[in-house]
């Protein structure tokens, strides 16, 4: 255990580590405590009435686990109080969240931008949200930690919540599909987090439009990364050519899937334009709302009941970076089509839509107000067959990278690197060739499986894709299932006609 003293002006804080089995690790936890960062935890002990204290810092997740920066549990452990007289004080679980300092990553994933997002919904939008609820016993709002401190100072930025762990909230493991109970939770949550969107517009319309003319997209753009793009396109490709190829010889199977395959090669030649229109809240006005964004397995912490079901029994919502104004559907068919396979949903898909539809129409109700109005059912169907589509969308996306083993992910630095090259190169360019020592045969085969032609740019966004393949002799075949298997839901659930406008 490494151990540092750091004297301040207001107070004494003993910095320790509880031991990741690495001396590097344990001194880079270390090294993240700036100077900022302490005097942020010496505030929050002021606040709590804590004088002198000892942090001891823990991370979460190996490298590459969290991509939008480094999170460490920190432990806040009074030494002194500020006054002799004041009762026994108690320990402060944390977790702390820096954003990455590499310039190609901070620029690839727009980290000014995202956690500026993080410290607005909660600043703004859960303070309107804790308004509209205190002193409410029927339906608080209580689905969020509690942010304790924030710092934008560009190229430095953090935040510290307070740890739900401490409380008994755990998070389901990446790699551990979610069970019913897990998913009814974490549905419910959402609701809770929709509903009181909607209360908002109802009670206060200026107040909401003013906080929504704020949330503008983060991750889908016009100008989105070309290499974003390229990667969910070359996932549903494969996905279409997995499909394909296990058909081939079966001529009624083929008959029943081509409107799936049809599809498939709708989406991918759509991808931006599919996405762009999924996220435009202001289309779908007054029916959209303020969403998580990022609404999936690890982004979600849980309950368990003590009893030997250990079943879970509530459900936190964390990490608001990229939330979003949109039809609420989304959020629920990226957690359906990113973290959970079809068996499941085949036996509870409608279970969990209307358990989430009752729990919005219950908290509407509790604030006096109409449902039939405010978020009509007929509208939730719609927009579930409209927008359906997205949730396969972000599971092209997301999935490669969720099946991946701590050990396998790629190092996030070196790929943002990679792609800062690339854009570069592209940007200088004005030939029609491909730059940057790309291998001409393999773009022609990316082009000649796309089925259209590619602009330089594209193709060699879709040659680093390449470079960069997640998918292994380990993975593929659980990619197949669960990718072929969310294919088949766009049809099973009526999301292929809204498809089919593109």
Same mark, same amino acid.
């Given at each position: 255990?490494?151990?540092?003293?750091?004297?301040?002006?207001?107070?004494?804080?003993?910095?320790?580590?509880?031991?990741?089995?690495?001396?590097?690790?344990?001194?880079?936890?270390?090294?993240?405590?700036?100077?900022?960062?302490?005097?942020?935890?010496?505030?929050?002990?002021?606040?709590?009435?804590?004088?002198?204290?000892?942090?001891?810092?823990?991370?979460?997740?190996? +490298?590459?686990?969290?991509?939008?920066?480094?999170?460490?549990?920190?432990?806040?452990? +009074?030494?002194? !109080?500020?006054?002799?007289?004041?009762?026994?004080?108690?320990?402060?679980?944390?977790?702390?969240?820096? =954003?990455?300092?590499?310039?190609?990553? !901070?620029?690839?994933?727009?980290?000014? *931008?995202?956690?500026?997002?993080?410290? $607005?919904?909660?600043?703004?939008?859960?303070?309107?949200?804790?308004?509209?609820?205190?002193?409410?016993?029927?339906?608080?709002?209580?689905?969020?930690?509690?942010?304790?401190?924030?710092?934008?100072? *560009?190229?430095?930025?953090?935040?510290?919540?307070?740890?739900?762990?401490?409380?008994? $909230?755990?998070?389901?493991?990446?790699?551990?599909? +979610?069970?019913?109970?897990?998913? %009814?939770?974490?549905?419910?949550?959402? =609701?809770?987090?929709?509903?009181?969107? $909607? %209360?908002?517009?109802?009670?206060?319309?200026?107040? $909401?439009?003013?906080?929504?003319?704020?949330?503008?997209?983060?991750?889908?753009?016009?100008?989105?990364?070309?290499?974003?793009?390229?990667?969910?396109?070359?996932?549903?490709?494969?996905?279409?050519?997995?499909?394909?190829? *296990?058909?081939?010889?079966? *001529?009624?199977?083929?008959?029943?899937?081509?409107?799936?395959?049809?599809?498939?090669?709708?989406?991918?030649?759509?991808?931006?334009?599919?996405?762009?229109?999924?996220?435009?809240? =202001?289309?779908?006005?007054?029916?959209?709302?303020?969403?998580?964004?990022?609404?999936?397995?690890?982004?979600?912490?849980?309950?368990?009941?003590?009893?030997?079901?250990?079943?879970?029994?509530?459900?936190? /919502?964390?990490?608001?970076?990229?939330?979003?104004?949109?039809?609420?559907?989304?959020?629920? %068919?990226?957690?359906?089509?990113?973290?959970?396979?079809?068996?499941?949903?085949?036996?509870?898909?409608?279970?969990?839509?209307?358990?989430?539809?009752?729990?919005?129409?219950?908290?509407?109700?509790?604030?006096?107000?109409?449902?039939?109005?405010?978020?009509?059912?007929?509208?939730? !169907?719609?927009? /579930?067959?409209?927008?359906?589509?997205?949730?396969?969308?972000?599971? =092209? /996306?997301?999935?490669?990278?969720?099946?991946?083993?701590?050990?396998?992910?790629?190092?996030?630095?070196?790929?943002?690197?990679?792609?800062?090259?690339?854009?570069?190169?592209?940007?200088?360019?004005?030939?029609?060739?491909?730059?940057?020592?790309?291998?001409?045969?393999?773009?022609?085969?990316?082009?000649?499986?796309?089925?259209?032609?590619?602009?330089?740019?594209?193709?060699?966004?879709?040659?680093?894709?390449?470079?960069?393949?997640? /998918?292994?002799?380990?993975?593929?075949?659980?990619?197949?299932?669960?990718?072929?298997?969310?294919?088949?839901?766009?049809?099973?659930?009526?999301?292929?006609?809204?498809?089919?406008?593109?």
């Amino acid at each position: 255990m490494n151990e540092n003293n750091v004297i301040g002006t207001k107070s004494k804080i003993i910095v320790n580590n509880i031991s990741s089995g690495s001396n590097s690790t344990e001194q880079q936890n270390i090294e993240a405590l700036s100077p900022a960062v302490l005097d942020a935890y010496r505030e929050i002990g002021a606040r709590n009435a804590i004088g002198d204290f000892k942090l001891s810092v823990q991370a979460i997740g190996g +490298p590459g686990e969290n991509s939008y920066g480094s999170v460490l549990k920190v432990l806040l452990t +009074p030494i002194t !109080r500020t006054h002799p007289t004041q009762k026994t004080l108690r320990s402060l679980h944390t977790i702390l969240k820096i =954003a990455p300092t590499n310039p190609a990553r !901070r620029t690839h994933i727009r980290v000014k *931008d995202v956690y500026k997002r993080e410290v $607005f919904m909660y600043g703004s939008v859960f303070s309107e949200f804790d308004a509209l609820s205190r002193g409410r016993t029927d339906s608080p709002f209580s689905v969020v930690p509690r942010m304790l401190y924030a710092s934008l100072k *560009d190229g430095a930025e953090f935040i510290i919540f307070e740890d739900l762990s401490s409380n008994g $909230f755990v998070i389901n493991s990446r790699t551990n599909l +979610p069970t019913y109970d897990l998913v %009814v939770c974490a549905f419910r949550a959402i =609701a809770q987090l929709h509903a009181m969107s $909607f %209360v908002l517009q109802a009670r206060n319309p200026q107040q $909401f439009g003013d906080l929504v003319t704020q949330i503008d997209d983060n991750l889908f753009t016009i100008d989105m990364g070309e290499v974003t793009l390229q990667f969910g396109k070359k996932h549903v490709r494969r996905t279409r050519h997995m499909l394909e190829a *296990d058909i081939e010889d079966n *001529d009624e199977e083929m008959r029943q899937t081509s409107e799936v395959l049809e599809a498939l090669q709708k989406i991918e030649l759509n991808f931006q334009e599919i996405c762009l229109d999924a996220v435009n809240g =202001a289309a779908s006005a007054p029916y959209a709302a303020i969403c998580h964004g990022d609404f999936w397995n690890n982004n979600v912490l849980y309950e368990f009941d003590s009893t030997k079901q250990h079943c879970a029994i509530n459900a936190k /919502l964390i990490d608001f970076q990229i939330s979003r104004y949109a039809p609420p559907i989304l959020d629920l %068919v990226h957690y359906l089509y990113s973290c959970t396979e079809k068996p499941l949903r085949d036996e509870h898909f409608h279970e969990f839509m209307q358990i989430y539809y009752d729990t919005v129409t219950k908290i509407i109700r509790d604030y006096e107000l109409d449902p039939r109005v405010l978020y009509p059912e007929t509208i939730f !169907r719609q927009q /579930l067959h409209r927008f359906g589509v997205y949730g396969f969308c972000m599971s =092209a /996306l997301s999935v490669p990278f969720f099946l991946l083993a701590a050990s396998e992910i790629p190092d996030l630095d070196k790929v943002s690197e990679a792609i800062r090259e690339l854009s570069s190169s592209s940007d200088d360019s004005d030939t029609d060739e491909p730059k940057n020592g790309f291998d001409n045969i393999k773009v022609q085969k990316i082009c000649k499986n796309d089925k259209k032609s590619l602009s330089p740019k594209s193709q060699s966004a879709a040659e680093l894709v390449d470079e960069y393949d997640l /998918l292994t002799e380990r993975t593929l075949p659980l990619f197949k299932r669960r990718m072929i298997g969310n294919a088949m839901d766009l049809q099973r659930y009526e999301m292929i006609e809204a498809i089919m406008k593109y």
